[in-house]
T-cell receptor
Framework: GAVVSQHPSWVICKSGTSVKIECRSLDFQATTMFWYRQFPKQSLMLMATSNEGSKATYEQGVEKDKFLINHASLTLSTLTVTSAHPEDSSFYIC??????????????FGNGTRLTVT | DAKTTQPNSMESNEEEPVHLPCNHSTISGTDYIHWYRQLPSQGPEYVIHGLTSNVNNRMASLAIAEDRKSSTLILHRATLRDAAVYYCILRRSIEPGTYKYIFGTGTRLKVLA
């Protein structure tokens, strides 16, 4: 089955530093990847849609200069949280659509990255 | 945005069927109905999806109302491993080849032994 690998699974960083999270589709090519954020006991909130080779589309209220998204290849998208602050602590989850099954394909999710900013 | 409404929580006894409802009154003709479930500290897992007809797979069944404004996820025999948060989502086409999946609040399913 389609596998999405997300790395790291958890990270602790100091306030003011930047953190990069990687999302890879291991056995399929993903034209589109999505980045979600989830706070404890809440649902997933869509942050941005990332299309290979083009700029990401951010949801309203998500700062594009703070959450940098790069989708340089059909199997890799990265999310960089710049100048992280404690309020950025959250569970970040990526997902991808198989390009070959674009019209009738489910989302495949990574296992998430728990970010703690101290 | 494509909004769905689900009960916050439900309980079921082990080995009994579970019917998880979802309302999506703003659904449009090309929106697919997707269901995912999430265990604690994990990414969501795909369960099933459909457009108009009822769907069955090894995990569950999806019953879609004739007007498509609601759907029901059916777990035929709940097990303790089915305890999770179940999300009903509409996949909406933004432009050709571009989709958006918006998560609702989900239903927390508790399975009693």
């Amino acid at each position: 089955g389609a596998v999405v690998s997300q790395h790291p699974s958890w990270v602790i960083c100091k306030s003011g530093t930047s953190v990069k999270i990687e999302c890879r589709s291991l056995d399929f090519q993903a034209t589109t990847m999505f980045w979600y954020r989830q706070f404890p006991k809440q649902s997933l909130m869509l942050m941005a849609t990332s299309n290979e080779g083009s700029k990401a589309t951010y949801e309203q209220g998500v700062e594009k200069d703070k959450f940098l998204i790069n989708h340089a290849s059909l199997t890799l998208s990265t999310l960089t949280v710049t100048s992280a602050h404690p309020e950025d602590s959250s569970f970040y989850i990526c997902s991808a659509i198989d390009r070959d099954g674009l019209y009738n394909s489910p989302l495949h999710f990574g296992n998430g990255t728990r970010l703690t900013v101290t | 945005d494509a909004k769905t409404t689900q009960p916050n929580s439900m309980e079921s006894n082990e080995e009994e069927p579970v019917h998880l409802p979802c309302n999506h009154s703003t659904i449009s003709g090309t929106d697919y109905i997707h269901w995912y479930r999430q265990l604690p500290s994990q990414g969501p897992e795909y369960v099933i999806h459909g457009l108009t007809s009822n769907v069955n797979n090894r995990m569950a069944s999806l019953a879609i109302a004739e007007d498509r404004k609601s759907s029901t996820l059916i777990l035929h025999r709940a097990t303790l491993r089915d305890a999770a948060v179940y999300y009903c989502i509409l996949r909406r086409s933004i432009e050709p080849g571009t989709y958006k999946y918006i998560f609702g609040t989900g239903t927390r399913l508790k399975v009693l032994a």
